[in-house]
């Protein structure tokens, strides 16, 4: 198994164009998120889906869109970049037991660094 | 807002010592509870997760105090591959009533020969 995949590794942007983050895992998980990581700041929320068809918004949604048309792959799309989107960005999966406040173990990607210019 | 609030740090630890983490969260209902591991530009990976009873495993031991909303972390004879970030990981529910987990900002470890 690859596990969670992210592409690119590093991006470089200008501020006001669009692009897509890709994640894609094969474990079969219900449920996941996009984290953007800050220095100073931790990992927080973006986005995060329970399954094919569902999303929900987590801490910091604005600016990103999602979508899960499938299990396996979880896109974020940059409307519009702006400088203060330079981050790392991380995607997880994984298991998730429904009606239960309760989390498995988060797979993370490697990461897509991001630099707004 | 839900809080999860660690000791940044660093801690500098000798080889071999004991060191102990703690972490506070503010959501009395958070029943989910884990430390992350995280080193230098890579993705986090589980290290435990925290049980109600407390759990060990091998060098590490995890404490959950509910009553004062508190978890730890304790790493016996600390080995130079024990230098990272630790980050306290918490469920919690939005202001819009989304659930999703609350990372700390970390505790960074550095462990000396």
């Known amino acids: 198994n690859a596990g969670v995949t992210q592409t690119p590794k590093f991006q470089v942007l200008k501020t006001g164009q669009s692009m897509t983050l890709q994640c894609a895992q094969d474990?079969?998980?219900?449920?996941m998120s996009w984290y953007r990581q800050d220095p100073g700041m931790g990992l927080r929320l973006i986005h995060y889906?329970?399954?094919?068809?569902?999303?929900d918004q987590g801490e910091v949604p604005n600016g990103y869109n999602v979508s899960r048309s499938t299990t396996e792959d979880f896109p974020l799309r940059l409307l519009s970049a702006a400088p203060s989107q330079t981050s790392v960005y991380f995607c997880?999966?994984?298991?998730?037991?429904?009606?239960?406040?309760?989390?498995?173990?988060?797979?993370f990607g490697p990461g897509t660094r991001l630099t707004v210019l | 807002r839900k809080e999860v609030e660690q000791d940044p740090g660093p801690f500098n630890v000798p080889e071999g010592a004991t060191v102990a983490f703690n972490c506070t969260y503010s959501?009395?209902?958070?029943?989910?509870f884990f430390w992350y591991r995280q080193d230098c530009r890579k993705e986090p990976k589980l290290l435990m997760s925290?049980?109600?009873?407390?759990n060990e495993d091998g060098r590490f031991t995890a404490q959950l105090n509910r009553a004062s909303q508190y978890i730890s972390l304790l790493i016996r004879d600390s080995k130079l591959s024990d230098s990272a970030t630790y980050l306290c990981?918490?469920?919690?529910?939005w202001g819009g009533g989304a659930d999703g987990l609350t990372f700390g900002k970390g505790t960074h470890l550095i462990i000396q020969p």
């Open positions: 474990m079969n998980h219900e449920y």
């Open positions: 990981v918490v469920n919690g529910r």
């Open positions: 997880a999966s994984s298991t998730h037991r429904q009606g239960l406040l309760s989390y498995n173990e988060q797979f």
């Open positions: 959501n009395s209902a958070s029943q989910s």
């Open positions: 889906s329970v399954g094919a068809g569902i999303t």
């Open positions: 925290v049980y109600s009873s407390g």
